[in-house]
């Protein structure tokens, strides 16, 4: 069975750093693209960072300078470093591997494994 969990949300202040985990099994991650997502109460699902199977990597312009992308193949999981955290940065946030493709998008899709998600909240 196709599976990621993610981890590492929580309550942060503005300003502050997270670090969210995706952990893969049933499947080895580095052989697809990984996508993270994120959705905040009221909006539709956005594409926030994605890495390819190759190593590419996409950022939304909202989170770009801020956000980083990583995988750790050892540990088959994708990790996404968050600095500088805004309130507006507040979501749920999923991996998924996006109809299990190759190659990076930012378009959610109902094939391929997601995630349960991980709630990260930034808030004074």
């Known amino acids: 069975q196709l599976q990621l969990v993610e981890s590492g949300g929580g309550l942060v202040q503005p300003g502050g750093s997270l670090r969210l985990s995706c952990v893969a099994s049933g499947f080895t991650l580095h052989y697809y693209a990984i996508t993270w997502f994120r959705q905040a109460p009221g909006k539709e699902r956005e594409g926030v960072s994605c890495i390819s199977a190759s190593g590419s990597i996409n950022y939304a312009d909202s989170v770009k300078g801020r956000f980083t992308i990583s995988r750790d193949n050892a540990k088959n999981t994708v990790y996404l470093q968050m600095n500088s955290l805004k309130p507006e940065d507040t979501a749920v946030y999923y991996c998924?591997?996006?109809?299990?493709?190759?190659?990076?998008?930012?378009?959610?899709?109902?094939?391929?494994?997601w995630g349960q998600g991980t709630q990260v909240t930034v808030s004074s």
């Open positions: 998924a591997a996006p109809g299990l493709r190759y190659m990076c998008t930012m378009t959610p899709s109902s094939a391929g494994p």
